[in-house]
């Protein structure tokens, strides 16, 4: 029988959903970059600070329509699936309900005061619901019928994107970083 994830686990797989989520968007962002003469203005640019909140908003929309499409689909995210968790809805996995809860989800998760609000509701509640659970009718459980290593491999996968994406464009970004890991060859482009 399956049993609601704790809050601990929950907390973790937002988090890897996040750094997945950001590191595909990264990666796809690569993708149009070489393929396009963006490459070229993108080395020489900074990014100015509306255009990064443009950014992230484009971001924060990615993260709504992968996790829409992922719940709906697989019943799960890839940090869930890492940390062995999948979403349980009591009225049937319609894209309604999946829209609903990740729309609500999204709310919580990018505004800190509801955020914070909905995960101790949850930590006080038996049923471990936050507030975009109620709303849905789900329930997140601690076991999964996909294999955890897949969540795991596409964790790591978010991850290694990340750090390409990031060690590429710091510059653009605005990141003073001074890694030295131009001295590598996997780094030298």
Do not use: W
């Amino acid at each position: 029988m399956n049993t609601n994830a704790s809050m601990i686990d929950r907390f973790f797989a937002v988090l890897l959903d996040l750094i997945t989520f950001l590191g595909f968007a990264g990666g796809i962002s690569m993708v149009v970059f070489s393929v396009s003469e963006i490459n070229t203005e993108m080395e020489e640019a900074i990014l100015s600070r509306n255009q990064l909140i443009k950014l992230a908003i484009v971001l924060i929309v990615a993260y709504f329509v992968l996790e829409v499409l992922l719940v709906r689909i697989f019943a799960t995210t890839p940090g869930k699936l890492a940390m062995n968790c999948d979403v349980d809805f009591h009225m049937g996995n319609s894209m309604i309900y999946c829209i609903i809860r990740s729309f609500f989800k999204v709310i919580c998760l990018f505004t800190v005061i509801p955020a914070a609000f909905s995960y101790f509701s949850a930590s006080g509640n038996i049923d471990s619901q936050t507030f975009h659970d109620r709303i849905a009718k789900t329930n997140v459980t601690n076991s999964t019928r996909m294999p955890r290593f897949l969540g795991v491999l596409l964790v790591l996968a978010g991850i290694a994107l990340l750090v390409l994406f990031i060690v590429t464009y710091h510059k653009v970004l605005g990141l003073n970083i001074q890694l030295g890991l131009s001295d590598f060859k996997i780094f030298s482009f």
